[in-house]
């Protein structure tokens, strides 16, 4: 059993490194997931995230969105591109996009990816930078529950999740990313404004 560590100033719970899975485990844990196009209940699963970033979108003009850790199939982009939106997927363990830091974004989608991410000051102050002047980013996560205790959460269970959040700790991550917290749907994440 993994043992989670937590941070008192910034209430973001997280395990050392020496439970950091290889990215080759890692992947294998990915790919028992049936995130695809042709899996009804996982499209139905997203279609909250795609519609708010179509209003996101429907901001700026000609909108390009990056979908961070976009996983193997790159469903939301799919999606996303369906509705004649500009997106670049990014997935680092499945070869995505892998120059997606060449540009700037009006809306960048971290969607069920920040509680994976081993150097998160560093991938925050990166996103922040890659996101234009009055630009969005929509965070989702699951937020740790004030009721259950974290070792019986399904969430910390996934040996894929290193980081868990709450709202606390969601705000340091928009001040770290140069980001206020512009909007909280719990249902639909959490959507940070480049200031």
């Known amino acids: 059993m993994r043992i989670f560590m937590h941070c008192s100033a910034c209430d ?16 294998a844990r990915y790919d028992l997931h049936t995130n695809r196009l042709d899996n ?12 708010s970033v179509v209003s996101l979108c429907a901001e700026k003009p000609d909108p390009c969105v990056l979908d961070f850790g976009a996983g193997k199939h790159a ?9 004649g939106i500009s997106v670049v997927a990014f997935d680092p363990l499945y070869g995505l996009g892998l120059d997606y830091h060449l540009k700037t974004y009006d809306v960048i989608l971290v969607h069920e990816v920040l ?4 150097n998160v000051r560093e991938t925050l102050i ?16 699951q937020l740790t529950p004030k009721a259950v205790p974290l070792a019986l959460w399904w969430y910390a269970q996934d040996p894929t999740h290193i980081r868990l959040f709450s709202k ?7 001040e770290i990313a140069g980001c206020e917290i512009f909007c909280t749907k719990e249902s639909e994440g959490i959507v940070f404004r480049r200031i």
């Open 168 to 174: 606390q700790s969601l705000h340091i991550a928009a």
């Open 12 to 27: 973001l719970w997280f395990v050392p490194p020496r439970y950091f899975l290889s990215a080759h485990a890692e992947t």
């Open 40 to 51: 009804p209940g996982y499209c139905a699963y997203l279609k909250p995230v795609v519609e």
């Open 115 to 118: 509680e994976h991410i081993k």
């Open 75 to 83: 469903v939301v982009s799919h999606l996303l591109a369906q509705r």
């Open 126 to 141: 990166l996103l922040g930078r890659l996101l234009r002047k009055g630009g969005n980013m929509l965070i989702r996560t």
